[in-house]
């Protein structure tokens, strides 16, 4: 149980196109799901939370115009980097808390992005 | 602001035997959660133990334990039988245990440890 599914894996794109990046929890219904970012060799670093129906809370430093995020529903959250620059390439990781057991998250497998 | 250390950037050990990963943590409240997370190659997370620090038994999860002392603000895990799959970058996290439902439930994560186990 609990598992957190991320699409795509890995991305490449030019420059100026936008990416989206979807976020599902599978077995179970997630209230509340995070954005990271992660550096080669670096912690994992809070973009943003975002809780289903309401407005995304983003971390101080993080634009949100930049990094679009949607939670429509308990099993999904998306996260759009818009006017995608190389500075952007990273590894996004997406997480989850459920709705029952609200301690833990779990962890998705993460998105590699390269701009081009 | 919560803060997690991991002073070990690198640690190995050899395969069979004992290694522990240090984790201090600076908080002023009382309830709160612990966790250590692996992230191997793949780099998917993986939860590999969780500590209420409510409880004073320290928590144990097959081959993993940890060490938590709650007024030295320590949290170690310890891995015994070292196994080549157990090489991985460890992350020690903290998660308050406050209600908010946003800025309560979020994580926040050590440096990581580096983890080599030699055959």
């Known amino acids: 149980g609990a598992v957190v599914s991320q699409h795509p894996s890995r991305v490449i794109c030019k420059s100026g196109t936008s990416v989206k990046i979807e976020c599902r929890s599978l077995?179970?219904?997630?209230?509340?799901m995070f954005w990271y970012r992660q550096f080669p060799k670096q912690s994992l670093m809070l973009m943003a939370t975002?809780?289903?129906?309401?407005?995304?809370?983003?971390e101080q430093g993080v634009e949100k115009d930049k990094f679009l995020i949607n939670h429509a529903s308990l099993t999904l959250s998306t996260l759009t980097v818009t006017s995608a620059h190389p500075e952007d390439s990273s590894f996004y990781i997406c997480?989850?808390?459920?709705?029952?057991?609200?301690?833990?998250?779990?962890f998705g497998p993460g998105t590699r992005l390269l701009v081009l | 602001a919560q803060t997690v250390t991991q002073s070990q950037p690198e640690m190995s050990v050899q395969e069979a035997e004992t290694v522990t990963l240090s984790c201090t943590y600076d908080?002023?409240?009382?309830?709160?959660?612990l966790f250590w997370y692996k992230q191997p190659p793949s780099r998917q997370m993986i939860l590999v133990i969780r500590?209420?620090?409510?409880?004073?038994q320290n928590a144990t999860e097959n081959r993993f334990s940890v060490n938590f002392q709650k007024a030295a603000k320590s949290f170690s895990l310890k891995i015994s039988d070292s196994q080549l799959g157990d090489a991985a970058m460890y992350f020690c996290?903290?998660?308050?245990?406050?209600?908010?439902?946003?800025?309560?439930?979020?994580?926040?994560f050590g440096e990581g440890t580096q983890l080599t186990v030699n055959p």
């Open positions: 997480s989850a808390r459920s709705i029952l057991g609200r301690e833990t998250q779990y």
């Open positions: 077995d179970f219904q997630a209230t509340t």
């Open positions: 975002s809780n289903e129906g309401s407005k995304a809370t983003y």
């Open positions: 908080t002023s409240e009382s309830d709160y959660y």
């Open positions: 500590q209420e620090a409510y409880k004073q």
């Open positions: 996290a903290y998660r308050s245990g406050a209600l908010q439902e946003t800025s309560g439930s979020r994580l926040t």
